[in-house]
């Protein structure tokens, strides 16, 4: 008979400190099973360091053995063996399989990888962060999925600690991780394009988060074009994001990642009431409400960045009005409301 609840298999990356959303999710999902369930009822898989990716599959094999349900988080890489591992041998154990989706690329992932297209559909439960790919699925034939948005323990501002501050240069920020990516570069030209023809600082650009180790050199180069209003402000503490972004105008999401699912910055944000001005990836819609919790552009056009922004100098009473919606909107990705939704034996 299994001994424990739960077994988890995810990006955690002990001992070190990894700020990517995979890691971030996976951590932060097992810290709510264990005040759920206790750290007694659940065994943990760390799939980081490739080097041990023979220990990883006898460690399923044991989860399998000792846990009534399991759950796995991987990337790309792991989707290509993970799943189908789990599935066969589950074939002798019976125990309930569940997938939690990291961002929204996996449907055209499984387009081209058809064993694990096929094995998905033995699992339990596929944890989709948004209806979008949830709706995504069900085309494929999935009536399995379950939509669990992200989620994130931050203590929301009061609203009478929300900035409501109008007075220029408007102070926007980025807190993601640093990769080209992520549009950094596209927000930087923009902001100091604005600067530049208003002839004034209209606007100030702050940048935290960590860099991508594949991707410093990009950065640095970028850093060396900033000018004075633009700065690189390092990594920020897990628990003083709300408090970091209370300081802030309005938060500025360019991504050019069309596949996102709910990242954690705008959850991170909405806590602190910060409106979004963002691109418009695929699943946007999910997370983002025009005119009432951000702004959106179309998505990979830094022109249409440019006139929004400046349409949002023009008149930045329309992003304070929204602020209180946004902690409002917090609340919906806090992990007492989210948690529930998971469904186990």
């Known amino acids: 008979m299994p001994t424990k609840k739960?077994?988890?298999?995810?990006?955690?990356?002990?001992?070190?400190?990894?700020?990517?959303?995979?890691?971030?999710?996976?951590?932060i999902l097992y810290r709510e099973l264990q005040r759920e369930y206790g750290n007694n009822n659940i065994y943990v898989i760390d799939t980081h360091g490739r080097k041990n990716t023979i220990l990883l599959f006898f460690r399923l094999i044991f989860g399998l053995i000792i846990c009534r349900n399991i759950i796995i988080l991987p990337a790309q890489g792991g989707m290509l063996i993970i799943p189908l591992w789990l599935c066969l041998w589950n074939s002798l154990f019976r125990r309930k399989l569940h997938y939690v989706v990291i961002g929204g690329w996996v449907a055209k992932f499984l387009d081209q990888h058809r064993i694990t297209e096929w094995a998905l559909?033995?699992?339990?439960?596929?944890?989709?962060?948004?209806?979008t790919l949830q709706k995504e699925l069900i085309k494929r034939n999935y009536n399995n999925t379950v939509v669990l948005p992200n989620c994130k323990s931050l203590n929301i501002i009061p609203e009478d600690q929300l900035n409501f501050s109008t007075n220029y240069p408007l102070r926007l920020v980025i807190f993601s991780r640093i990769m080209k990516q992520k549009g950094i570069a596209d927000a930087v030209k923009t902001v100091a394009r604005i600067n530049k023809n208003k002839g004034k600082e209209i606007y100030t650009l702050d940048i935290y988060g960590q860099i991508d180790n594949a991707e410093t050199e990009w950065f640095t180069e970028l850093q060396n074009s900033f000018p004075t209003s633009i700065k690189y402000k390092g990594c920020v503490d897990f628990d003083k994001s709300v408090e970091t972004l209370s300081k802030y105008f309005a938060l500025v999401f360019p991504t050019?990642?069309?596949?996102?699912g709910?990242?954690?910055?705008?959850?991170?944000?909405?806590a602190a009431g910060l409106p979004v001005i963002t691109a418009q990836?695929?699943?946007?819609?999910?997370?983002?409400i025009d005119g009432e919790t951000g702004y959106s552009y179309k998505f990979g056009e830094i022109n249409a960045l440019e006139e929004l922004l400046i349409k949002i100098a023009d008149t930045p009473e329309n992003i304070v009005k929204i602020k209180r919606n946004c902690i409002m909107k917090a609340y919906d990705y806090i992990p007492q409301n989210v948690i529930p939704l998971m469904k186990f034996e």
């Open 262 to 270: 709910i990242p954690g910055t705008i959850i991170d944000a909405y």
């Open 256 to 260: 050019r990642f069309f596949t996102e």
């Open 6 to 27: 739960i077994c988890i298999c995810g990006h955690f990356g002990f001992g070190l400190k990894l700020l990517n959303g995979q890691t971030i999710k996976t951590k």
């Open 281 to 288: 990836w695929e699943s946007y819609k999910d997370i983002v």
């Open 121 to 131: 559909h033995f699992f339990h439960n596929i944890y989709c962060e948004t209806s």
